[in-house]
């Protein structure tokens, strides 16, 4: 296969109840750039998260239980600085709902959005 025609991630969709809640976690407190969005005929928003990837919130009325954990349902964001992280999460009023080390010497952080999707956040392998 031509190496032009290789897939690559783009970008992951996920359902939220509260658009506004969910842009204050993402846009806000984890500092995602806004992106442009097409006129669409429903709520959302589209996020930058680096890497020329992105993320999508669609505001739906409810959702059904979700099924999300460090060894579940989950997304990760890597960073150089995790105890800045962990510290200014704090400030806000987060909760830092596990805080560990990988057997490969990774430091792990999970915390939970507004409609309870595991946000990881981890250091670089060492």
């Known amino acids: 296969m031509e190496p032009q025609s ?3 991630f783009h970008h992951y969709t996920i359902q939220v109840t509260n658009l506004q809640q969910s842009l204050y976690f993402y ?5 995602f ?6 006129a669409f005929d429903f709520p959302g928003a589209w996020l930058d998260i680096g890497d ?3 993320l999508h919130l669609i505001q739906v009325e409810s959702l059904e239980r979700i099924d999300s954990g460090s060894r579940a349902l989950h997304f ?10 962990k510290s200014e ?5 987060l909760t830092i709902a596990k805080d560990t ?3 490969d010497g990774v430091r792990q952080l999970f915390l939970f959005d507004p409609d309870g999707y595991c946000i ?3 250091e670089a392998t060492p």
């Open 6 to 8: 290789r897939l690559c």
């Open 27 to 31: 846009h806000i407190l984890l500092k």
């Open 33 to 38: 750039p806004l992106l442009t969005r097409p």
């Open 52 to 54: 020329n990837r992105q």
């Open 76 to 85: 990760a964001f890597q960073t150089n600085a995790i105890d800045l992280w």
């Open 89 to 93: 999460l704090v400030t806000f009023g």
């Open 101 to 103: 080390i990988r057997p």
């Open 120 to 122: 990881e956040l981890c």
